[in-house]
Every structure is written in C-alpha cells, then in structure tokens.
C-alpha cells in the first residue's frame, strides 16, 4: 500500500475556519505565510494549537501550513488544533482513539448566540426603570 505523503484537512470553532497541510519534516509550523511564533503573540494560543503533537509524541516529525480567517486569537487556535487532529488522524490512524479521549477530534459547536430585539445583548436587557 502506498503513504501518501501530504494530509489535508478542515478544522473549525466559533467563526474560525483553518485549512491545515501536514507532511512530514522537522516541526515547522507556518500559519498565513507566518511562523507561529510570530503569528500567534499569546502564549496560550501556540500550546493550544501544538496540544495534539504534544498528545502523540509527534512533535517534530511533522511540517504543518495552515491558512486560517475569520474569528478571534483564541478561536482561530481552536480550529487549528481541530485541523491538526483532523490531519494526524488521517495520518496515523492508531491516533485517533488518543485524540478522542483528549477531545479534539469533534468539533466545538458553541457560538456566539444572537443579539435578540429589544434587549442590549443576546441575554442583557436594558435597565429597568420603575418612574
């Protein structure tokens, strides 16, 4: 059976949509024609999208490239995580039952709810007056 050699896949949370390429290398991440250390300035956000190498001990047998728009820091290393598992699952797939158990593997379907009319927010009301 042939390896192929280059894994693509779609991760996502909130508004964040990243397109996530996995090949293997020597652990460069490049996100937006960016390194990651310069693209995400948050500590927390670089271990968050790193969590599942760190999970599979496949931190440096991977070159990642990842296009990411829309959403926030927090959302946008959300779904670069949820790419990254996707990819790695696809790679491995002894890896997938690791990732499961971490929860990376499904998708987190929390949003933003809506502003309602009316109010000042989705659940915020205006104040109240009574005179």
């Known amino acids: 059976m042939e390896q192929q050699s280059v894994f693509y896949a779609t991760g996502k949370r909130k508004q964040a949509v990243a397109r996530t390429w996995l090949k293997p290398g020597n652990g ?23 969590q599942p190498f760190e ?16 959403g926030g820091t927090i959302g946008q290393a959300g779904a670069i995580r949820h790419g990254i598992t996707k990819a790695l699952a696809q790679s491995n797939p002894d ?16 949003k933003k709810e809506r502003k309602k009319y009316g109010q000042r927010g989705a659940r915020a009301r205006f104040q109240f007056s009574k005179r």
């Open 95 to 110: 890896f997938r039952l690791t990732l499961k158990r971490a929860g990376f593997v499904k998708r987190d379907p929390r």
């Open 55 to 70: 999970l599979t001990d496949t931190m440096d047998k991977y070159d990642v490239k990842i296009n990411v728009r829309g």
């Open 28 to 50: 460069k991440v490049i996100i937006n024609n960016k390194p990651a250390e310069e693209f995400f300035a948050h500590d927390a956000a670089r271990k968050m999208m790193m």
